[in-house]
Structures are given as structure tokens and as C-alpha cells.
């Protein structure tokens, strides 16, 4: 997923026309919706449902990402529970901010410097 992206999206002509340059925005936010925020367990693929929330650049800002991003950490979360599930999905790198937010003592050193 991300080789085609890197291929196709990696870089924006300059002198891009409007359009164009909608396209690659529309396109970049599917890629963080689908491999940061709403992730799955496939890794190489996003989900169409994810595709109504790009088409007006327009009304993103009209949308709580926020609350939909925890709501889908706790979805995914509530779903490991089952003993035959494996693997983990979901927002991770939002499960493991607010464990460093929430329990500072739990950050050495080494973690500070991976952070940042």
C-alpha cells in the first residue's frame, strides 16, 4: 500500500492545477484515515467507508475525528478480548500517547528520545 502511494502520490508536480492538487489531499487523508487513525488488521488496505468523509475537503473540519478515533481504539480493543483473536488493530500510537500522558513513570529515558 504505501509502495503504490510513495509511487503515485510521493510527489506533487509543481505548477499543479487546482484538481490536481486536490486529489493528492484527498488522497493523502485516505491514506492517514486508513493506516493511522482507522486501521485494520490487512495493513495494505483501506476501507471504502472511509471515502464520503474526503470528497468536500470542505467538511472535514465539521467532523469530531476525535471521538471517532477513540470510539474505534475501543472498538478494536473490546474486540482483542476474544481469546481466539491474535492481533491488535487500531490507533495504537493514540493507546500508547495517552499511557505515557496518563502514567508518566512508565517513559525511561530511551522512550523520550524514540518520541522525539
Not at 54 to 70: F, K, P, Q
Amino acid at each position: 500500500m504505501k509502495n503504490w502511494f510513495q509511487e503515485t502520490f510521493g510527489e506533487l508536480s509543481e505548477g499543479a492545477d487546482e484538481p490536481t492538487i486536490r486529489r493528492y489531499a484527498r488522497t493523502y487523508i485516505m491514506m492517514l484515515l486508513g493506516t493511522q487513525l482507522f486501521t485494520d488488521k490487512s495493513d495494505n488496505r483501506i476501507h471504502i467507508r472511509w471515502l464520503p468523509y474526503v470528497a468536500r475537503l470542505e467538511d472535514m473540519d465539521g467532523y469530531s475525528w476525535e471521538s471517532a478515533a477513540l470510539s474505534w481504539l475501543y472498538r478494536c480493543m473490546c474486540r482483542v478480548v476474544n481469546r481466539h483473536v491474535v492481533k491488535l488493530a487500531g490507533p495504537l500510537q493514540l493507546l500508547q500517547s495517552w499511557i505515557f500522558w496518563r502514567f508518566p513513570e512508565f517513559i525511561s529515558t530511551g522512550d523520550l528520545l524514540a518520541i522525539f
